[in-house]
Nanobody, 121 residues
Framework: QVQLVESGGGLVQAGGSLRLSCAASGSIASIKAMGWYRQAPGKQRELVATISSSGRTNYADSVKGRFAIPRDNPKNTVYLQMNSLEAEDTAVYYC???????????????WGQGTQVTVSS
């Protein structure tokens, strides 16, 4: 079994910062890409940022220059550092990871349970 456990969401004023964490645990052989997605009320889930196993990053245009996605490979953990938060960033944030399990050759997508981020204007 593999689990992704997120933490760090909450309520913050516009212009403030938050850091989300996502730790993967279980029978993990290797983790490929990791990323963060978000879903606001009444909207589809959208990509926020991704990071490959080698550290190559990709960001949604709406968060470029404000968010960063560092990764700690030995800890199987990915973070989302969110600065200069705006009301439009309010959403449930989901962690995603492409993981190869021990003894299984295929790579599967796993999702965290989601963490609420609310930015007050």
């Amino acid at each position: 079994q593999v689990q992704l456990v997120e933490s760090g969401g909450g309520l913050v004023q516009a212009g403030g910062s938050l850091r989300l964490s996502c730790a993967a645990s279980g029978s993990i052989a290797s983790i490929k890409a990791m990323g963060w997605y978000r879903q606001a009320p009444g909207k589809q889930r959208e990509l926020v940022a991704t990071i490959s196993s080698s550290g190559r990053t990709n960001y949604a245009d709406s968060v470029k220059g404000r968010f960063a996605i560092p990764r700690d490979n030995p800890k199987n953990t990915v973070y989302l550092q969110m600065n200069s938060l705006e009301a439009e960033d309010t959403a449930v944030y989901y962690c995603n990871a492409a993981i190869m399990r021990i003894g299984i050759s295929n790579v599967y997508d796993y999702w965290g349970q989601g963490t609420q981020v609310t930015v007050s204007s």
